[in-house]
């Protein structure tokens, strides 16, 4: 079975640091692109940011460039998601998912496999 | 960044019904959209991707078109498990943008 598991939320106090893990089983890892999306509460989807396969490439949304860190270990089938200066508007929850492959370059920006998320609180 | 707007935020409607749901982008992104279903308390699902590609395993009920700007999903005859919110993706550049959702509802 095709299964994302995050975990590392918490609570986190404003300024502080976390880093949030996705275990991915079921299919080759390594082989797929990985985005982070998050929801904070009541409201809509937020893009944050993305993975290449190989990791040798990484994309933020502005909202968080310079504070977050996206990493992978494909030896371990894990994506990871380091987060620093966090602030209130962080809060939310944190989904991981995965890039879909097909024949157009653009194809992974389509997020076919997603986890059930890890909360994270930033509150003192 | 690219703006992808919903309309309409909500609507109310009865099993059996046929639905529609629209969502327009600022600027055009050719095919490259997604839909997506989310039920409260669970992850997002991926419903539709190039506008208008079933993804595997998503009843036939489902559809999507449109091209440029402007889009639209449709659920031909609502069931009851189709009651959630559905959000529209633009995966034309980065970051890809999501709408800010229409939450479908039983009448």
């Known amino acids: 079975e095709v299964q994302l598991v995050e975990s590392g939320g918490g609570l986190v106090q404003p300024g502080g640091s976390l880093r949030l893990s996705c275990a991915a089983s079921?299919?080759?890892?390594?082989?797929?692109?990985m985005h982070w999306v998050r929801q904070a509460p009541g409201k809509g989807l937020e893009y944050v940011s993305a993975?290449?396969?190989?990791?040798?490439?990484?994309y933020y949304a502005n909202s968080v460039k310079g504070r977050f860190t996206i990493s992978r270990d494909n030896s371990k089938n894990t994506l990871y998601l380091q987060m620093g200066s966090l602030r209130a508007e962080d809060m939310a929850v944190y989904y991981c998912?995965?890039?879909?492959?097909?024949?157009?370059?653009?194809?992974?920006?389509?997020?076919?496999?997603w986890g059930k998320g890890t909360t994270v609180t930033v509150s003192s | 960044d690219i703006q992808m707007t919903q309309s309409p935020s909500s609507v109310s409607a009865s099993v059996g019904d046929r639905v529609t749901i629209t969502c327009r982008a600022s600027?055009?992104?050719?095919?490259?959209l997604a839909w997506y279903q989310q039920k409260p308390g669970k992850a997002p699902k991926l419903l539709i991707y190039?506008?208008?590609s079933l993804q595997s395993g998503v009843p036939s009920r489902f559809s999507g078109s449109g091209s440029g700007t402007d889009f639209t999903l449709t659920i031909s005859s609502l069931q009851p498990e189709d009651f959630a919110t559905y959000y529209c993706?633009?995966?034309?550049?980065?970051?890809?943008?999501f709408g800010q959702g229409t939450k479908l509802e039983i009448k």
């Open positions: 998912a995965r890039g879909a492959v097909g024949p157009a370059a653009k194809n992974w920006y389509y997020m076919d496999v």
């Open positions: 079921g299919f080759t890892f390594s082989s797929y692109a």
């Open positions: 993975i290449s396969s190989n990791g040798g490439s990484t």
């Open positions: 600027q055009g992104i050719s095919s490259w």
């Open positions: 190039a506008a208008s």
């Open positions: 993706q633009q995966a034309n550049s980065f970051p890809p943008t």
